[in-house]
């Protein structure tokens, strides 16, 4: 009897589903007869599923309740799709909310599930994480003393997360290194400071977005507006998404429209109209067109390709480092109850040219591989400057004796051996600065209307 009102239960509630999404789609049209009906879930695979149903309830070693079951039922739906859509409990539900606006706890990684273990999209700034050496494309195979194999990425995150100040031995497969190998990472609060900002010698900005939240493009538009006010001189910008994971799509439009003069940033699109978007920047550039070197590597995701994506097809940047993540796939959180939601993927982006990033990610413009490079330190050697009694430089220029240069070069050197990507990027800005401003000094003169 239980089985049979089961199955009754769940075949007129799969039509009334299906005659109610026609109806909705179409409010003129008449409800077709039921065997006529598409989108109709076929009657021989409810059965299927309500014997199944029914042998785990009255057969299962333990006793579930039918609620139980149900969201098993609405988990394993979901854990089939793609990687990103999930069912989120309340536990989940929180902390996605929470996480959007820059602040939780946990270890500071980013991760996803790849072929049932763990793996690290990237760590984020300044958190546990990063300061423990955890790298992106890093393998978590045990967390603590239970394996992750079998687990979803759900139950993981919530091994992960715990009190502050508590340790948690992390298992690590990593390529390039034969053996697994642990890492003890201490648990902190996870304040996300979404960007930061330094100047590089002295004429050149370095912006960091490390995730977006949900004012990063306020953010990044305040701190590029205040350095600009108190250093109008910059000759250029770099922009580092490297180990970016994304976040918030409206956030990565704000960015994108910080650098462009107006046009197309990205669009979407899926099976649904409300699916169907496209993004504009708004006209005004805040750099006022300064040259712009945009870093990224295969920890950059989402929100990140999105404005990688949109300042190359735009031609406003030059986007260097390696291959980014190519997750190019748009998930729509949807509320089932007040604490419970799904987030579904509804939808692929594509860049301003038509581009899918999807399982492909953007190429760099110019490919620099992360390396460790180490300058070779020349002999030091007398210069003019050094010389007893020398002629001053004339025109009250600086003179640059040994030691002044050595210091230069120890300054270059380190960033070399740091971050040689850094280093590069920085290299590439000076060139575009230059070029800029012979561009500028052309027109002046032909304004002018000098020979």
């Known amino acids: 009897m239980r089985f049979a009102l089961l199955f009754a239960h769940i075949a007129a509630l799969a039509c009334l589903i299906s005659f109610q999404a026609v109806a909705e789609t179409d409010p003129a049209q008449e409800l077709p007869d039921v065997e006529g009906a598409q989108g109709l879930l076929p009657l021989e695979d409810l059965r299927t599923f309500t014997r199944v149903y029914d042998h785990i309830r009255s057969s299962y070693v333990e006793e579930l309740s039918d609620s139980e079951l149900l969201e098993y039922a609405i988990k394993g739906m979901m854990a089939e799709l793609d990687p990103h859509s999930a069912y989120l409990d309340a536990e989940s539900f929180e902390d996605l909310q929470v996480n959007t606006s820059g602040e939780f706890g946990g270890l500071g990684i980013e991760v996803g599930m790849e072929n049932g273990f763990v793996k690290v999209v990237s760590p984020i700034d300044d958190t546990p994480a990063q300061k423990a050496g955890i790298e992106a494309g890093d393998l978590i195979i045990r967390l603590g003393d239970q394996p992750v194999k079998g687990m979803t990425l759900n139950e993981a995150v919530t091994i992960m997360r715990g009190p502050k100040g ?264 000076k060139g575009l600065s230059i070029f800029r401003q012979q561009h500028l000094a052309e027109a002046t003169t032909e304004t002018l209307g000098e020979p």
């Open 166 to 429: 508590s340790d948690l031995t992390l298992t690590i497969v990593r390529e390039g290194i034969d053996q697994p190998f642990d890492v003890v990472v201490t648990r902190d609060i996870i304040k996300v400071r979404s960007v930061r900002t330094k100047m590089l010698d002295d004429d050149y900005l370095y912006l960091r977005i490390a995730t977006f939240q949900v004012n990063t493009g306020r953010d990044l538009r305040e701190k590029l507006e205040d350095t600009l006010s108190e250093r109008p001189n910059i000759k250029g910008v770099i922009l580092d998404l490297r180990n970016n994971p994304g976040g918030v799509l409206q956030a990565s439009v704000d960015v994108a429209d910080t650098f462009l003069d107006g046009g197309l940033v990205v669009y979407t699109e899926g099976r649904i109209d409300s699916s169907h978007s496209r993004y504009n920047a708004n006209p005004g550039d805040s750099t006022a067109g300064l040259p712009l070197v945009v870093l990224i590597n295969d920890g950059s995701a989402s929100a990140s390709e999105i404005v990688a994506g949109a300042l190359q097809d735009q031609k406003r940047a030059v986007i260097m480092g390696t291959r980014s993540f190519g997750k190019g796939s748009v998930q729509t959180v949807v509320p089932i109850t007040e604490r419970r939601a799904i987030k579904l993927t509804t939808a692929r982006y594509y860049t301003p040219g038509g581009r899918s990033i999807q399982a492909q990610g953007i190429e760099p413009d110019v490919i620099v591989e992360r390396a460790k490079v180490t300058a070779v330190k020349p002999a030091l050697r007398t210069t003019e400057a050094d010389l007893a009694g020398h002629l001053n430089n004339g025109n009250g220029g600086e003179e640059m004796g040994s030691k002044a240069r050595k210091e230069r070069r120890s300054d270059s050197a380190a960033l070399l051996t740091n971050d040689n990507q850094l280093h590069e990027a920085l290299n590439l800005l």
